[in-house]
C-alpha cells in the first residue's frame, strides 16, 4: 500500500502542477491565453477519459503490477516535456499526450487494490489513495513556491525548473515500481527491492484466502474483460447512478482547483505565498477525507456520508461567493479552507460503486467508466471560470453552488434507490419455499448484482 500511495502521490503532485506553472507566469512567457488554458483542460478531460476505461482493461490483459510502472515512465518523460513548451501548438500537444500516459493509471490501480483488500476495508484505503492525492497538491504548492523562484536560472523560467525536477522524480519512481510491485498477495518475492518477498508462503495463502471469502466473485479475478461484460455495464441504471454522481459531483474541482493559486493570489498575497497557502487547505481536506471514509467503513454506510460531505461543500462555496469583496484576506482565504477542507467522497463512491456491482468483469468495466467520468467533466468544468469574471469569479461560483446542490439530491437517490431495491428483493425472496430458491439457484440467468438474493450497501 505504502508504494501505491507513492505512485498516486507522484501522479497528482505532475496533475497539479499545471495551476502552479500557469500562477509563475506560464501563460505569459509562452504566449497563451485563459481561453486556450480552459481549451487544453476540455482536450485534457477527453483523452483522459479515453485513456481511463481502456486503464482497467489494460490492467487485467498485462497485469496491474506491469501497466502501472509502465505509465508512470511515460508520464515522466511528457512531463519533462513542459519543460520545453514555446508556444500554444506545442502547449496543446503536451496537454494531449500527458493525458493519454496519465489516464488508465488510477483505474489499473483500483482493479490491483481489489485484488488485496476486502469490500469493508476498500473505502478506507481508497481514501488514502485521494487523500495522498491531496497532500501532494500541497508539497506540489510548497515546491512550486521554491522552485519558481528559479526564475532566469540558467536563462530557464522558474515554472520549467518546476516541470524538470517533477519529470525527473516521477522517471526514477517509474524504475522503482518495477522492482517493488508484486503480481498478487501469492506472488510477492519478484523485483530485487521486494527483499525476498513481502509474505511467507502460508501468509500469502491467508492474503487470498480473506479475500475471496469476503467475495468470491474474486475466485475468477483475473478473468479478461468481455465484450458481454461492457454491455452488462452500459445498461445498468445503478452503475449509471454512481457516474452521473461522479459527473456532477467533481464538477467544482477543475475551476477551483486550476484557479485557486490565482484566486487566493487576488486576495492580496504574493505569488510565493499563494502557492505556499495550498499547502494547509489540501492537508486539511486529507484529513477530513479520510476520516469519513473510516466512519463509513465502520458503520457501513455510505449515502448520508456523501449527503454530508456535499453540504459542508456547498456552505464553503456560498462563503466564497457571498463574502464582501473587500473583506479582510484572512478571512476570504478561509473560504477557500472550507472548500478546499470538504470531505472529497470519490473515493465513497467508487467502494459504494465497486461493492454493489458484480460479476468482476462487469466491475472492472464499471471502475474504468468511473475514472473517465471523473475527468471528463472537466470539458465544461473548464468553462465555469472565465476571464471576464476573475478574480473573484462570482458568477462561476453561483453556478457550482447549483453542481453541489443537484449532487445533494443524486447521494439521497441513490441511497433510496438501493434501499427499496432491497426491501423490493427481500420481499420476493422470502416468500420463496426452499425448492423454489434451489430452482432459482440452478436455473436463473441472472448474475451478480442482478441476482435476487444479492444485498445492495447503502
Given at each position: 500500500m505504502?508504494?501505491?500511495?507513492?505512485?498516486?502521490?507522484?501522479?497528482?503532485?505532475?496533475?497539479?502542477?499545471l495551476?502552479?506553472?500557469?500562477?509563475?507566469?506560464?501563460?505569459?512567457?509562452?504566449?497563451?491565453?485563459?481561453?486556450?488554458?480552459n481549451?487544453?483542460?476540455?482536450?485534457?478531460?477527453?483523452?483522459f477519459?479515453?485513456?481511463?476505461?481502456?486503464?482497467?482493461?489494460?490492467?487485467?490483459?498485462?497485469?496491474?503490477?506491469?501497466?502501472?510502472?509502465?505509465?508512470?515512465f511515460?508520464w515522466?518523460?511528457?512531463?519533462?516535456?513542459?519543460?520545453?513548451?514555446?508556444?500554444?501548438?506545442?502547449?496543446?500537444?503536451?496537454?494531449?499526450?500527458?493525458?493519454?500516459?496519465?489516464?488508465?493509471?488510477?483505474?489499473?490501480?483500483?482493479v490491483?487494490?481489489?485484488?488485496?483488500?476486502k469490500?469493508?476495508?476498500l473505502?478506507?484505503?481508497?481514501?488514502?489513495?485521494?487523500g495522498?492525492?491531496?497532500?501532494?497538491?500541497?508539497?506540489?504548492?510548497?515546491?512550486?513556491?521554491?522552485?519558481?523562484?528559479?526564475?532566469g536560472?540558467?536563462?530557464?523560467?522558474?515554472?520549467?525548473?518546476?516541470?524538470?525536477?517533477?519529470?525527473?522524480?516521477t522517471?526514477?519512481?517509474?524504475?522503482?515500481?518495477?522492482?517493488?510491485?508484486?503480481?498478487?498477495?501469492?506472488h510477492?518475492?519478484?523485483?530485487?527491492?521486494?527483499?525476498?518477498?513481502?509474505?511467507?508462503?502460508?501468509?500469502?495463502?491467508?492474503?487470498?484466502?480473506?479475500?475471496?471469502?469476503?467475495?468470491?466473485?474474486?475466485?475468477?479475478?483475473?478473468?479478461?474483460?468481455?465484450?458481454?461484460?461492457?454491455?452488462?455495464?452500459?445498461?445498468?441504471?445503478?452503475?449509471?447512478?454512481?457516474?452521473i454522481?461522479?459527473?456532477?459531483?467533481?464538477?467544482?474541482?477543475?475551476?477551483?482547483g486550476?484557479?485557486?493559486?490565482?484566486?487566493?493570489?487576488?486576495?492580496?498575497?504574493?505569488?510565493?505565498?499563494?502557492?505556499?497557502?495550498?499547502?494547509?487547505?489540501?492537508?486539511?481536506?486529507?484529513?477530513?477525507?479520510?476520516?469519513?471514509?473510516?466512519?463509513?467503513?465502520?458503520?457501513?454506510e455510505?449515502?448520508?456520508?456523501?449527503?454530508?460531505?456535499?453540504?459542508?461543500?456547498?456552505?464553503?462555496?456560498?462563503?466564497?461567493?457571498?463574502?464582501?469583496?473587500?473583506?479582510?484576506?484572512?478571512?476570504?482565504?478561509?473560504?477557500t479552507?472550507?472548500?478546499?477542507?470538504a470531505?472529497?467522497?470519490?473515493?465513497?463512491?467508487?467502494?459504494?460503486?465497486?461493492?454493489?456491482?458484480?460479476p468482476?468483469?462487469?466491475?472492472?468495466v464499471?471502475?474504468?467508466?468511473?475514472?473517465?467520468?471523473?475527468?471528463i467533466?472537466?470539458?465544461?468544468?473548464?468553462?465555469i471560470?472565465?476571464?471576464?469574471?476573475?478574480?473573484?469569479?462570482h458568477?462561476?461560483?453561483?453556478?457550482?453552488?447549483?453542481?453541489?446542490?443537484?449532487?445533494?439530491?443524486?447521494?439521497?437517490?441513490?441511497?433510496?434507490?438501493?434501499?427499496?431495491?432491497?426491501?423490493?428483493?427481500?420481499?420476493?425472496?422470502?416468500?420463496k419455499?426452499?425448492?423454489?430458491?434451489?430452482?432459482?439457484?440452478?436455473?436463473?440467468?441472472?448474475?451478480?448484482?442482478?441476482?435476487?438474493?444479492?444485498?445492495?450497501?447503502?
Open positions: 505504502p508504494w501505491i500511495l507513492f505512485s498516486t502521490f507522484i501522479l497528482n503532485m505532475d496533475r497539479t502542477n495551476s502552479n506553472a500557469i500562477s509563475g507566469g506560464m501563460a505569459r512567457n509562452i504566449g497563451i491565453t485563459l481561453t486556450i488554458i481549451n487544453s483542460i476540455s482536450m485534457y478531460a477527453v483523452l477519459s479515453i485513456a481511463a476505461f481502456c486503464g482497467s482493461i489494460l490492467a487485467k490483459r498485462f497485469g496491474p503490477h506491469r501497466v502501472i510502472p509502465a505509465m508512470v511515460s515522466g518523460l511528457v512531463t519533462l516535456g513542459h519543460a520545453f513548451i514555446q508556444d500554444a501548438s506545442q502547449y496543446y500537444l503536451i496537454r494531449a499526450l500527458i493525458a493519454l500516459t496519465e489516464g488508465g493509471v488510477i483505474p489499473a490501480t483500483l490491483y487494490l481489489g485484488s488485496y483488500y469490500r469493508n476495508e473505502a478506507t484505503r481508497l481514501s488514502w489513495f485521494w495522498v492525492q491531496t497532500l501532494a497538491s500541497a508539497v506540489s504548492g510548497l515546491m512550486a513556491s521554491g522552485l519558481l523562484q528559479l526564475e536560472v540558467n536563462g530557464l523560467n522558474g515554472w520549467r525548473w518546476l516541470f524538470i525536477v517533477d519529470g525527473i522524480i522517471v526514477l519512481a517509474a524504475f522503482a515500481f518495477w522492482q517493488v510491485l508484486p503480481r498478487s498477495p501469492y510477492t518475492k519478484e523485483g530485487f527491492l521486494n527483499f525476498g518477498g513481502w509474505l511467507t508462503e502460508r501468509q500469502g495463502k491467508i492474503a487470498v484466502t480473506r479475500v475471496v471469502r469476503d467475495d468470491l466473485l474474486k475466485l475468477q479475478y483475473e478473468a479478461r474483460v468481455t465484450l458481454k461484460d461492457v454491455w452488462a455495464t452500459l445498461v445498468d441504471y445503478r452503475v449509471w447512478g454512481h457516474l454522481i461522479t459527473l456532477i459531483g467533481l464538477t467544482y474541482a477543475t475551476p477551483f486550476t484557479y485557486m493559486p490565482s484566486i487566493i493570489n487576488s486576495f492580496g498575497f504574493n505569488v510565493y505565498v499563494s502557492n505556499a497557502l495550498t499547502a494547509p487547505n489540501a492537508i486539511f481536506g486529507f484529513i477530513t477525507m479520510t476520516t469519513l471514509a473510516w466512519h463509513s467503513d465502520k458503520y457501513n455510505r449515502g448520508f456520508h456523501g449527503v454530508f460531505a456535499n453540504t459542508w461543500l456547498l456552505a464553503g462555496i456560498m462563503l466564497l461567493e457571498f463574502l464582501p469583496d473587500d473583506s479582510s484576506k484572512g478571512v476570504l482565504f478561509l473560504a479552507f472550507v472548500i478546499a477542507g470531505p472529497s467522497v470519490h473515493p465513497l463512491n467508487i467502494a459504494w460503486m465497486s461493492e454493489n456491482t458484480a468482476i468483469g462487469k466491475r472492472t464499471a471502475t474504468g467508466l468511473i475514472i473517465g467520468f471523473a475527468n467533466y472537466g470539458v465544461y468544468a473548464s468553462q471560470y472565465q476571464a471576464s469574471d476573475a478574480p473573484r469569479f458568477t462561476g461560483n453561483f453556478i457550482l453552488i447549483g453542481f453541489v446542490s443537484a449532487t445533494i439530491l443524486l447521494w439521497l437517490n441513490q441511497k433510496f434507490l438501493y434501499v427499496r431495491t432491497n426491501k423490493q428483493r427481500a420481499s420476493v425472496w422470502n416468500a419455499s426452499d425448492d423454489d430458491k434451489a430452482e432459482y439457484n440452478a436455473n436463473t440467468t441472472h448474475q451478480g448484482s442482478d441476482r435476487l438474493d444479492f444485498v445492495f450497501k447503502t
